[in-house]
């Protein structure tokens, strides 16, 4: 019997969904895909018993990004299966994955699988920046098929995901995205970000009460005019890209 597998993703750069698509076309089923990174609420949803949910989400400061706590508080379960995955950047997924399995517990999912594959981190982007490589690939069908076997022999059993509660404090980030002089002013930053903290009226700027950070802005500008301009920043990537050079390898929870 065919299932209906919803497929939820956010991904402002991009690597979340590849991960996502990866995963979900192994699986057995017809697909229904939610991007959380389009604007507005998602339209409340009730899943049955039969179907299956796959949510995909970015670490961000080892956590599950805010704005997809509360969009996944739409979606409800009935004893659903679900698997949740978070794709991170070489650092660490710290409470991430807890985070999201436990939110889709309390919504009325029960876990069937998790896991934490690494991706191009977003911000310094040459960590991890040609993943998920074909190694990786091969881990997330696997990681898939074996979701299938597990879905067909109506196995559910407690998983003992990584992480910590209370989960990690995001603490407010010196890392903003901006614009520089060669800003043509397009608007498709303005356009893009999915938290209204561009104005058109300048696009060089960046309202910080409302900037998640997601790289959206940056990923997406045609002069590669958005970026972190700031005098520390390659002091800081340069850091960040010495102490996260060891390569991270999937982790699985089955
Ligand atoms: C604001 C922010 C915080 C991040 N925090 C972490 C982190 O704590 N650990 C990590 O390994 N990667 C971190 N990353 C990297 C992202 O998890 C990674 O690049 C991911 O692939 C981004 O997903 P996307 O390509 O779907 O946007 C962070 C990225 C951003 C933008």
Sequence with gaps: MSKNILEIYFSPSGRSKKVSKIFSNELVGEIKEIDLFEKGEPKEQELTKEDLLVVTLPVFSGRIPNLCVEKLKKFKGNNTKAVAIVA??????????????????????????????????????????????????????????????????????????????PYKEVKPSPLMPTGDESCIDCGTCVEICPVEAISIENPRETDRERCINCTACIYNCSTNSRGYHIEQFKDIYNKFKTDNAKRKEPEIFL
């Design 88 to 165: 991170y950047g070489n650092r660490e997924y710290d409470d991430a994955l807890l985070e999201l399995t436990d939110l889709l517990g309390k919504q009325g999912f029960e876990i069937l699988a998790a896991a934490a594959f690494i991706t191009r981190h977003s911000i310094f982007s040459e960590v991890a920046n040609n993943r998920p490589d074909e190694d990786d690939i091969e881990k997330i069908k696997k990681f898939a098929r074996e979701c299938n076997e597990k879905i067909d022999k109506n196995e559910i059993n407690k998983l003992d995901i990584k992480g910590n509660r």
